[in-house]
């Protein structure tokens, strides 16, 4: 009967554990700025059978005030997926409409039976080189040239 009690008690205390192994990894954008959100985020031990009890979000207003972060309205518009590949298993984050601020701050909600997950990101879209202002341009491409006082 001892040895049974401290089973339980040994798995009871393991369990909370293995409830936190998963976890968010970073975020790698794939879009510009001026562009649809296109970005990924591992999901850190995660094994291929999470990707149907997962459930992704951006996180509520509370959970914003509560980090002390603004919530713009066009973070309401952001769609959260889960993939697996080749069995990893991974988030995409997609906006239905190009973003035009070239930041954003936001926070992502997971959870699954055993747990719950809040996560910041902060992203920095560059502007396509087609956007770049021309005198950036024209430094950079200038600054290769002789100074008139060496010739």
Not at 5 to 20: A, D, Q
Not at 87 to 103: A, D, H, M, Q
Not at 121 to 136: C, F, Q
């Amino acid at each position: 009967m001892c040895k049974w009690i401290f089973t339980l008690v040994l798995g009871t205390l393991v369990l909370p554990i293995n409830s936190l192994a998963l976890g968010l990894g970073d975020i790698q954008v794939d879009s510009m700025l001026n562009q649809q959100l296109d970005a990924r985020i591992d999901l850190i031990s995660a094994v291929p059978e999470d990707a149907e009890i997962l459930i992704v979000k951006l996180a509520s207003a509370e959970e914003f005030i509560k980090a002390g972060i603004d919530r713009p309205h066009e973070l309401s518009s952001l769609k959260f997926k889960v993939l697996v590949e080749d069995g990893r298993v991974y988030l995409t984050v997609k906006s239905p409409k190009p973003v035009r601020e070239p930041s954003m701050n936001f926070l992502i909600e997971v959870d699954w039976p055993n747990g719950h997950l809040i996560r910041q990101y902060t992203i920095l879209l560059e502007p396509p080189a087609s956007m770049r202002p021309k005198a950036t341009q024209q430094a950079v491409s200038s600054s290769n040239r002789p100074a008139k006082n060496d010739m």
